[in-house]
């Protein structure tokens, strides 16, 4: 498809475990975010890659969060040794540059942590 | 710091009934960017509108207008003659003009329009 595509859909782990989330964007675009969208809340942001090189991750909650996009393209986002508060929609978007053209986002994965 | 306020949690209308989504906004920046996102129930967040801080035009698309008004700091959303398709959650956000464009959004107003 020619949209941000994010896997898996649905994710529930138990406490503790690592868990991985995957995001493919649309093709050419440079720039890609991830948020996370508490229930009931707007996204907040986590991490922004250019390319490859992740430029911002200021808003990534602990050292428990790592993002990677290693050759610009499909991204990783990773949780180590979840917690309860962990549990939340994760979206992805991306976007052609970094000129404020508008994000596209893909349907999230939704995380639950039990 | 960038905020984005939206107000109203919720709103029911019937449809054909037209409805206004209220969006304030608070930054220090004189260049930044406004926008509007659409949230079906399906959770993709939908593209609506992008405007920079200054174009305060008002845009009309089909059943849905604009209205941008920097001196009190709103970009409210009109749906004319709502449609139950219109049913989700909507998204005001904003981003500075430079930088890596992060997105910062409200909380959302949910808009159910009933048949």
């Known amino acids: 498809g020619a949209g941000v595509s994010q896997s898996p859909r649905y994710k529930v782990a138990k406490r503790g475990q690592d868990v991985a989330l995957r995001c493919d964007p649309i093709?050419?675009?440079?720039?890609l975010f991830w948020y996370q969208q508490a229930l009931g809340q707007g996204p907040e942001f986590l991490t922004y890659?250019?390319?490859?090189?992740?430029?911002?991750k200021s808003g990534l909650p602990s050292d428990r969060f790592f993002a990677e996009r290693p050759e610009g393209s499909v991204s990783t986002l990773k949780i180590q040794r979840t917690q309860q508060e962990d549990s939340a929609v994760y979206l992805c978007?991306?976007?052609?540059?970094?000129?404020?053209?508008?994000?596209?986002f893909g349907d999230g994965t939704r995380l639950s942590i039990l | 710091a960038q905020k984005v306020t939206q107000a109203q949690t919720e709103i029911s209308v019937v449809e054909k009934e037209d409805v206004t989504l209220d969006c304030v906004y608070e930054?220090?920046?004189?260049?930044?960017?406004l926008f509007w996102y659409k949230q079906p129930p399906s959770g993709e967040l939908v593209f609506l509108i992008r405007?920079?801080?200054?174009?305060?035009q008002n845009e009309i698309s089909g059943r849905y207008s604009w209205n941008f008004q920097k001196s009190t700091s709103s970009f409210n959303f009109t749906i004319t003659a709502s449609q139950v398709v219109d049913s989700a959650v909507y998204f005001c956000?904003?981003?500075?003009?430079?930088?890596?464009?992060?997105?910062?959004f409200g909380k959302g107003t949910m808009l159910l329009v009933s048949p």
């Open positions: 978007a991306s976007s052609l540059n970094q000129a404020n053209q508008p994000q596209h």
């Open positions: 093709s050419g675009h440079v720039s």
């Open positions: 890659f250019q390319n490859e090189a992740q430029l911002d």
């Open positions: 930054t220090r920046d004189t260049t930044y960017y």
């Open positions: 405007r920079n801080s200054f174009d305060e």
């Open positions: 956000a904003l981003s500075e003009a430079l930088g890596y464009s992060t997105l910062t």
